[in-house]
């Protein structure tokens, strides 16, 4: 059974910076593609960073420049360096791994607040 764990989240003041992590089970991680969903009270999800398994990488426009996603097949983990943190990043960030279908995490939240 594959399974999902996030860690990282917290509280953060706007401009600083926070590594989210993704560790999964199962053996399938460095054949699937990886990525990152937000999910803030009153907005729409949006896909904020994926990673093949080949590692290319993309971005929502709202963090490029400023998020890194990255993964490490030896650990079975995907990373998200979130640098210049804004207060409307603040979210639950939910992790994702796609091979032939979806798998989620329970999501880790993100605040960012003076």
């Known amino acids: 059974q594959v399974q999902l764990v996030e860690s990282g989240g917290g509280l953060v003041a706007p401009g600083g910076s926070l590594r989210l992590s993704c560790a999964t089970s199962?053996?399938?991680?460095?054949?699937?593609?990886m990525g990152w969903y937000r999910q803030a009270p009153e907005k729409q999800r949006e896909l904020v960073a994926t990673i093949t398994s080949g590692g290319a990488t993309n971005y929502a426009d709202s963090v490029r420049g400023r998020f890194t996603i990255s993964r490490e097949n030896a650990k079975n983990t995907v990373y998200l360096q979130m640098n210049s943190l804004k207060p409307e990043d603040a979210a639950v960030y939910l992790c994702?791994?796609?091979?032939?279908?979806?798998?989620w995490g329970q999501g880790t939240q993100v605040t960012v607040s003076s």
């Open positions: 199962g053996s399938i991680f460095s054949f699937s593609a």
């Open positions: 994702f791994m796609t091979r032939y279908r979806t798998y």
